[in-house]
């Protein structure tokens, strides 16, 4: 086959930009490697007349996405506008409806559509490609929908948000807070100006869901996921994590369970030994635990122009060469429902930081209560406040005191219970801090 696959590309923003620059720079070799060429032939944007390092002066303009979507001239659309509901949702259906193959960056709208796209997209004998929906330029989706097919796959995680990585990060490595690293972060570029969907964990559960239904074969459950963001990690927790041996990240993990699949985003202590603790800054990682492969782990740029557009690449090349294959690796009809396992019976180890009332009885009530719900303590350690180190004035007796515990393993509902007894005795000062810790 030589002749052309051609593209309507609709949302030229930092991503629709790296597109363009990829197929302009490395068209040639593409249509030899490929055995035809890829071509732009129209695109779509919110403002034609914007300034960009890109000229579009030479491909046709179509304003409306959901026109371009079904244009005739094209023969495959790729969506690079972004939301779950709306313009995005219309033209990718629209373009899947009218036989056009989709390639899409689009995690919102796969997480809240994807089996429903994915049949539409069987019906029609088309692809639904989304290789940079999840940690940008990882090859993440290609590796668990064709290269660990012959595996059983017990658990997905990973570090799958940049922003928050970069916030983690610096406020471990500068000692700063975490609303004046977001700051920091707003003004490189990295989090969004609302940066709820990053920090608040929302956009790893997108890419979660994702990465659930492809490892377990279900249909994508994101109102399953249980969701905590970075919002209340201080520099209190960051350093005494450091001091135990851990780092904190924000991880999403979807694992097997006997009751069923558990799906969390959430700040997590992992050991600093370990080759997620020291991804680190914009990076994310996704690691595989499979039963034949053992555990894989792939470290990469998980966001911006060019690593997202090597992703879409991907998914085009693919497309041009006729590989099709069921969006999700599983046919959508064959997709399985989703069984969730609450949150309640999650297993793990946990982090507690209280602070406590340094007064008589106080530690003997707090041991007494997580006793009460059968939790064995690791460790627990007061913590001295900078007040007491030498050098500063002595702190007042009874006043607050930071007391940092690890438990051994124990269920997210005893930790729940045991932490709601603490905070009633009145031995404490403040709504106690709870991290899990991943086994890993
Ligand atoms: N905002 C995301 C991040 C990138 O910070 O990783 C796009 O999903």
Redesign the pocket.
């Known amino acids: 086959m030589t002749e052309p696959l051609k593209l309507g590309l609709a949302g030229l923003g930092t991503v629709g930009g790296g597109v363009l620059r990829l197929l302009a720079e490395r068209s040639p070799d593409l249509s030899k490697r490929i055995g035809r060429p890829i071509e732009i032939v129209a695109v779509s944007a919110l403002n034609r007349h914007k300034n960009r390092d890109i000229d579009i002066s030479g491909f046709r303009f179509v304003a409306d996405p959901v026109e371009l979507a079904r244009d005739p001239g094209i023969d495959a659309f790729v969506e690079l506008i972004g939301g779950e509901e709306g313009v995005a949702k219309e033209a990718v259906e629209a373009a899947l409806r009218a036989g056009k193959h989709v390639v899409t960056a689009n995690?919102a709208l796969l997480a809240h559509h994807g089996p429903a796209l994915a049949a539409l997209a069987e019906k029609h004998g088309v692809a639904l490609n989304f290789e940079g929906a999840v940690a940008?330029g990882i090859p993440v989706v290609k590796t668990i929908r064709e290269s660990l097919q012959g595996n059983t796959i017990a658990r997905v995680y990973g570090i799958?948000?940049?922003?928050?990585?970069?916030i983690l990060t610096l406020m471990l490595t500068e000692g700063r807070s975490f609303a004046d690293v977001l700051k920091d972060a707003q003004a490189q570029g990295?989090?969004?100006a609302d940066p709820t969907?990053?920090i608040g964990g929302f956009?790893t559960a997108h890419?979660l869901a994702l990465l659930t239904s492809l490892a377990f074969g279900t249909r994508t459950s994101f109102e399953s996921v249980y969701v905590e963001g970075i919002e209340n990690i201080t520099p209190a927790d960051i350093e005494a994590a450091d001091d135990l041996g851990y780092r904190i990240k924000l991880l999403g993990v979807a694992s097997r369970t006997e009751s069923g699949i558990e799906q969390r985003v959430h700040p997590t202590m992992v050991p600093k030994h370990t080759a997620i603790a020291s991804v680190d800054g914009?990076s994310?990682c996704v690691a595989i635990d499979g039963d034949f492969v053992g555990d894989i782990m792939l470290i990469g740029p998980?966001?911006g122009a060019g690593p997202?557009a090597s992703s879409v690449a991907s998914d085009l090349i693919d497309i041009a060469r006729g590989h099709i294959l069921p969006p999700f690796g599983t046919k959508a009809k064959d997709l399985k429902p989703y069984k969730k396992a609450e949150m309640r019976g999650h297993e793990g180890g946990y982090y507690i930081r209280l602070s406590v009332y340094d007064r008589t009885g106080a530690f003997a009530a707090i041991a007494s209560r997580m006793a009460e719900q059968g939790i064995s303590l690791e460790s627990i350690v007061q913590r001295r406040p900078p007040a007491e180190l030498p050098g500063f004035r002595r702190q007042k007796a009874g006043s607050p005191a930071a007391v940092v515990m690890i438990t051994h393993q124990t269920t997210e509902a005893a930790i729940r219970k045991a932490l709601a007894a603490i905070e009633r005795d009145g031995h404490v000062d403040a709504k106690p801090q709870m991290i899990r810790i991943e086994k890993l």
């Not at 799958?160 to 970069?166: E, F, I, R």
């Open positions: 995690k940008g799958l948000n940049g922003t928050c990585n970069y990295y989090a969004e969907f990053d956009d890419k914009v994310n998980g966001a997202t």
